[in-house]
Structure formats: structure tokens, C-alpha cells
């Protein structure tokens, strides 16, 4: 659903027809659920964002929407489901980056011939509330040799940039170099670092034993945290 067109939900029972929408009943226990990508790793300009719904909303006469509600910019976009159980919400690079909760805005299910004793009417549903965090993407890589006992191992770090519309160094962002002595070993922390203007970090040192290698760079509010392949030296 296109962004900031927000429907009320009092308006729904309305767009159905002219049927009867019935109170919360025993019936009302049905659910309607919105399925949403819980990470959502921004990579480009715009992002498109699979939503999905199920249940008795999500087919013939049913109807179903959502809130995009951002924590402190309120409600940016919706989800809305008109007797299907696919929609798009858009996400821009320029859009307020954080935790979306989804908040019900009123389901109703398809017509149902046996309601009010045989009149005909929709029964209301209960909706969940999912959560989606939209952050930048962020990559790290790592290189390593060996020349005898010394090892080198060489970090490249890059991230989206809504600036510059691309993908660039990510600089001054702190990480750290992990190694472990086997596949079954715990990570232990070989040398935190902070990574230069070119988004780049290297170290040389000594070890005689072969080791596993990763780096791992720390996450922000607005950037995911990363974590590189492993190489053994």
C-alpha cells in the first residue's frame, strides 16, 4: 500500500457494502493475521516489503488493515488487504528508520449467509501486531595470509548511504576481530578496532597455530551490525 494514504478504520464496514457488520462475538475469535519481515536491511533507494495475510480476511468479501506506526513519528503507511492476501508497502532510504509496529486498524471476514439467523452479515476479527525494523545495510570482508607464524588480516567495511544514493566506506565504525581454535570452539576476541576513512582496519601478528578468523562490526540505531565470513590461517 502506498505510504501515508491512511484509511480509518471506521470506514471499512462501508467499503464492504451495504451488509451488516456484526459485534465482537464468540465468532470474532477467528483471526486475521499480517505476516511481515521481521529485519528489513535497506540496500538501495527504495524497498519493496512483502506483507501477507491470512485467515478469513484475506479472501473473497474480507477486509483488513494496518497502521504502520513508527515509535516516534506515529502512524507512516498502512497495510491493506481488500479480499486478497498480498500487499507492498514502500519503503525510501529517506523515510524514518526504527521499530514499525503494526497496529490493528479492523478486519471484517467474507460474507457469511448463516449470520443473524440467516440474514447475512460479516464478522469482525481479531488482528495480531507485528513488528518490523527497518535499518541500512551494512557489509563487512575480510582478507587473510600467512607467512609463517605472522598472520595479516585485512578488514573492508561498506554500508548504503542515503546521501550519496550508494554504496559506500562505512568509516568510524567499531568492530572487532575474532578467532577460535576449532569449528566447535567459542569466539574469543583477538583485537577490537575502529575502521578508517576508507572503511578499512589491518593487523599483523604473530601465531604459530592455525586459527579460525572472523569480524564482526557493531550495529547502530540506523545501520544493521555485520559479520564477515570466516577464514582459517
Known sequence: MNKRVILPALLLPAIVGSGIVTAPTAHAAAQCTLT?????HVWHQYTKVNLRASGA????????????????????????????STDIYDFYDWDDFGTYTWRPAGAWSD????????????????????????????????????????VTLRVSATRWSPTASRIVKYSGINGSIQYRTSSKAAWKTLKSFRTSKSGGYSLTYTSSKSRHYRTVLRGTGTVWAATSGTSTR
Not at 511481515?36 to 528489513?40: C, H, I, L, N, Q
Open 36 to 40: 511481515a519481515p521481521k529485519e528489513v
Open 111 to 150: 460474507w457469511d449467509d448463516s449470520a443473524f439467523g440467516g440474514l447475512g452479515g460479516y464478522h469482525e476479527l481479531t488482528q495480531n501486531t507485528p513488528r518490523t525494523t527497518f535499518r541500512l545495510g551494512s557489509k563487512v570482508t575480510m582478507s587473510t595470509s600467512r607467512s609463517r607464524s605472522r
Open 57 to 84: 480476511c484475506s479472501y473473497g468479501e474480507g477486509l483488513a488493515s494496518w497502521d504502520a506506526y513508527h515509535p516516534t513519528q506515529g502512524i507512516e503507511g498502512m497495510a491493506f488487504f481488500d479480499g486478497s
